[in-house]
């Protein structure tokens, strides 16, 4: 089982960008997949998570109405489209499946990926 990001890079303020995370092999259930994130010198933060099949998305209030969440029908494709970038933006950011727990919680996330670095100048 295996997470990868990418689509990362370094864009300037304002600009948009879309992450990809590409889920290879089997899991035990794929409920539901999510962004999180980790910035310079902080914890790991929860971005979004989709839910495939209740069709909820969730977004942390940072990114609420800049970046969305989707997912292919197969279940082995998540994508973040983040638009109105902002520096704070800066983090190297991962995908992870749900297992099971608070969506807002990384502990509630197994299958980890290695993260794609995205750099937001001003």
């Known amino acids: 089982v295996q997470l990868q990001a990418s689509g990362g890079g370094l864009v300037q303020a304002g600009s948009s960008l879309r992450l990809s995370c590409a889920a290879l092999?089997?899991?035990?259930?794929?409920?539901?997949m999510a962004w999180f994130r980790r910035a310079p010198g902080k914890d790991r933060e929860f971005v979004a998570s989709?839910?495939?099949?209740?069709?909820?998305?969730y977004y942390a209030d940072s990114v609420k109405g800049r970046f969305t969440v989707s997912g292919d029908n197969a279940r082995s494709m998540l994508s973040l489209q983040m638009n109105s970038l902002k520096t704070e933006d800066t983090a190297v950011y991962y995908c992870?499946?749900?297992?099971?727990?608070?969506?807002?919680?990384?502990?509630?996330?197994?299958?980890w990926g290695q993260g794609t670095l995205v750099t937001v100048s001003s």
């Open positions: 989709l839910f495939y099949d209740s069709g909820f998305n």
């Open positions: 092999g089997q899991f035990e259930s794929r409920r539901g």
């Open positions: 992870a499946a749900y297992v099971s727990g608070d969506v807002y919680k990384s502990t509630s996330y197994s299958y």
